[in-house]
């Protein structure tokens, strides 16, 4: 049993994909909404503090003690980041809490949406360091449980199988939320290798997830994380309000700025550039801002299909029975089916590297030019100053000769993308390809002004 609640609490957290959008309540308060989601659990905690304390006797058996900077080397290892805001000394992601044998861990949100640039923790920013595998198999074996998990978490650091965990907790329960058995096979696609987009981006959104296939007024999404067994219907259902409150601070973030001096008749010249060459998929910035909230079509963007083909009809059917798409009545905030990729705002897109929804291209340069995209590469998954590349926008990479060696630990595999693999494509988005070295550059330095 503890075993089943560690995997389904796990899993859990993949569904966190949050909806955003003017909500019909009367008084939504952002900073009742941070307090919320920064000092509460909504999924009981299921991670025992011997397996966090014990995790370092996995990484290295012959070992007689703890490093000294042990939390430092935990955050490290799993892709984890130092919490700016009160959190008992545990990295963003893990939250101490009550449970029913004593205090244990709870994973929240900021396990996949809570990330690092230059040192600096965000909530809201994408965690692109995350192995979310190699955490959930160690935890597993520190705390004397089997590693096996019910679905793939992640093919590749940094991303995370979200819809899978989705589709995997939605088959688990009725349309009204009653837990059913069996499962419900919904279509588990376990390729689709997505990364997660930053927070402050849903303000400007009329759709949701990176195939725009959800309203982004659904306050209910917000929610589907706590599809965990160990929620009862009637316990999802009266968080409703809250998630109005956290909702509202969700669309209060805002992107940090580029720290690093740009060459403003550069910028300047950039802007002219991609308003003539961008602006129609990705919208113009400033005080009287545009964004067309566009879906390209597959044929058109070229992209990597498995995530846009990954969620079946199936599952949007069964979605749109269920108490999540009846936000508003029976003609609520229901799943649709789109032609291919949402084009995505890009404020602060100088933080939110690696780019496409798979996170297969490591810079904005190489977005601009399919032909520069390594094929396989890994990074340090730091995200230090000196990870980051100043000059294409992103981070730094190592480009390799060929795919990782399958005789290699899964933690060690998973460091390096494969673009040659199912669902990491790098292909696609070819419109940079037009433009000249330097204009492309001028289009980089600009867009470090958003």
């Given amino acids: 049993m503890i075993r089943l609640r560690l995997v389904l609490t796990a899993a859990v957290a993949l569904a966190a994909l949050p909806a955003a959008g003017p909500c019909a309540d009367d008084s939504p308060s952002a900073e009742r909404g941070r307090k919320a989601l920064l000092g509460r659990h909504f999924t009981p905690p299921t991670i025992s503090l011997a397996a966090y304390e014990n995790a370092w006797k996995v990484w290295d058996p012959t070992a007689k003690e703890p490093p000294a900077d042990y939390a430092a080397r935990f955050r490290d290892r799993y892709g984890l980041h130092p919490a700016p805001y009160p959190n008992d000394g545990y990295p963003m992601g893990l939250r101490l ?5 004593g205090k244990a861990l709870a994973m929240d949100c900021m396990f996949c949406h809570g990330g690092s640039i230059l040192g600096k923790s965000y909530v809201g920013l994408g965690n692109s360091s995350l192995d979310f595998q190699g955490i959930y198999e160690e935890l597993a074996q520190a705390g004397g449980m089997p590693k096996t998990s019910p679905i793939l978490f992640s093919n590749v650091r940094g991303t995370t199988e979200a819809a899978a965990g989705t589709v995997y907790l939605l088959g688990l329960r009725e349309p009204d939320l009653r837990l059913r058995s069996p499962r419900l096979d919904l279509d588990i696609h376990e390729d689709l290798c997505e990364d997660a987009p930053a927070w402050w981006l849903l303000k400007k959104k009329k759709t949701m997830y990176h195939t725009g296939t959800g309203d982004a007024r659904s306050v209910r999404s917000l929610m589907q994380f706590m599809l965990t067994p160990l929620n009862s219907g009637p316990t999802i259902m009266k968080e409703e309000a809250t998630f109005r409150d956290i909702q509202a601070y969700l669309l209060s973030l805002e992107p940090p700025k580029y720290p690093f001096a740009v060459n403003a008749p550069l910028a300047k010249k950039g802007q002219e550039v991609f308003e003539a060459t961008c602006s129609r998929c990705h919208g113009t910035y400033g005080e009287k801002w545009t964004y067309p909230n566009r879906i390209v079509p597959i044929k058109d963007i070229g992209t990597d299909p498995k995530r846009y083909e990954g969620l079946t009809k199936k599952v949007g059917d069964y979605y749109n029975q269920t108490w999540f798409a009846k936000e508003k009545g029976e003609d609520g905030y229901k799943a649709t089916t789109t032609a291919g990729y949402q084009a995505p705002p890009l404020d602060g897109i100088w933080a939110t590297a690696p780019y496409f929804h798979n996170g297969s291209a490591p810079t904005v340069h190489d ?5 520069a995209r ?5 990074r340090s998954y730091r995200t230090e100053e000196e990870d980051y590349d100043k000059e ?6 190592k480009v390799l000769d060929g795919p990782a060696d399958p005789k290699l630990p899964g933690i060690e595999r998973r460091k390096m993308y494969d673009t040659t693999q199912p669902g990491r494509s790098n292909g696609g988005h070819t419109f940079g390809d037009k433009l000249t070295e330097e204009d492309r550059m001028a ?8």
């Fill in 374 to 378: 390594p094929k396989v590469f890994t």
């Fill in 97 to 101: 809490a009550p449970g029913l044998l």
């Fill in 367 to 371: 977005v601009l030019t399919s032909k």
């Fill in 392 to 397: 294409k926008l992103g981070w730094k990479v």
């Fill in 443 to 450: 289009v980089i330095e600009y867009l470090k002004t958003l």
